[in-house]
C-alpha cells in the first residue's frame, strides 16, 4: 500500500504562485514515475505533469509549459509541482499520482483557485 499526502493549495491571485507538495509512504513497493493531476468541475481529469523515479520530467500539459514546474526530492518519495503566473483557468483539484510495478495510488486532492 502507497498513502499520499499533499499539501499546497489555496487562493490565489491571477499571476500568482503556489507550490504543491506530495509525501509518498510505502513500506514496501517501489515507487517509480509520480505526477500531477487536475479536475476542473464539469471536466474530466487531466495530467499536468509526471516525473521518474530518476528526476526526469516526460510530460507537461500544453497550457502550463513554462509556468509550471514539476521535481522530486533525491530518494523519489516527495513531488512538488511549482505553480507560477496562474490563470483562473488553473483552477481545479490537483490529485497527486503515484505508480508502482502493478499500481498507482491517488492522493486525496488538493484545491487550489486562482481568482481576483
Known amino acids: 500500500q502507497v498513502q499520499l499526502a499533499e499539501s499546497g493549495g489555496g487562493l490565489v491571485q491571477p499571476g500568482g504562485s503556489l507550490r504543491l507538495s506530495c509525501a509518498a509512504s510505502s513500506s514496501i513497493f517501489v515507487i517509480f514515475n509520480m505526477g500531477w493531476y487536475r479536475q476542473a468541475p464539469g471536466k474530466q481529469r487531466e495530467l499536468v505533469a509526471e516525473?521518474?523515479?530518476?528526476?526526469?520530467?516526460?510530460y507537461y500539459l500544453d497550457s502550463v509549459k513554462g509556468r509550471f514546474t514539476i521535481s522530486r526530492d533525491i530518494g523519489g518519495e516527495t513531488v512538488y509541482l511549482q505553480m507560477n503566473g496562474l490563470k483562473p483557468e488553473d483552477t481545479a483539484v490537483y490529485y497527486c499520482n503515484a505508480r508502482t510495478t502493478s499500481d498507482e495510488y491517488w492522493g486525496q486532492g488538493t484545491q487550489v483557485i486562482v481568482s481576483s
Open positions: 516525473i521518474t523515479r530518476r528526476g526526469i520530467t516526460n
